[in-house]
Nanobody, 129 residues
Framework: HVQLVESGGGSAQAGGSLKLTCQASGFSYSVYCMAWFRQAPGKSREGIAALHAEGDIRYSDSVKGRFTISEDAAKRTLYLQMDSLKPEDTAMYYC????????????????????????WGQGTQVTVS
């Protein structure tokens, strides 16, 4: 079973930056999608950035141009560089991983579809003021 551990959350001023890290273990799949979701109080969980094993990347409109998802595949580590932070970015941020056949993974990854992600981290809080 894959374990995901997020770190790097904290507080930042509007316009500032933070970098989140997600360390994966128990991970041996070659076809995968890893992503970042976030959930603000009283709101549903939102997919914001996804990275397919083949390198395709998808961002939500809410973070496009400000956030950058990347990975160190050898270290099984996922990153989210968050720049130009806004107060509306305040949320709990979750790392997620999904696996399966090529077509299925490409589909849920490209649509940031929560249904495709089987494994989740515990989350790290980001607060922007």
């Amino acid at each position: 079973h894959v374990q995901l551990v997020e770190s790097g959350g904290g507080s930042a001023q509007a316009g500032g930056s933070l970098k989140l890290t997600c360390q994966a273990s128990g991970f041996s799949y070659s076809v995968y999608c890893m992503a970042w979701f976030r959930q603000a109080p009283g709101k549903s969980r939102e997919g914001i950035a996804a990275l397919h094993a083949e390198g395709d990347i998808r961002y939500s409109d809410s973070v496009k141009g400000r956030f950058t998802i990347s990975e160190d595949a050898a270290k099984r580590t996922l990153y989210l560089q968050m720049d130009s932070l806004k107060p509306e970015d305040t949320a709990m941020y979750y790392c997620a991983a999904g696996f399966g056949g090529m077509d299925w993974v490409r589909s849920f990854c490209g649509h940031l579809d929560r249904a495709g992600f089987r494994d989740w981290g515990q989350g790290t809080q980001v607060t922007v003021s």
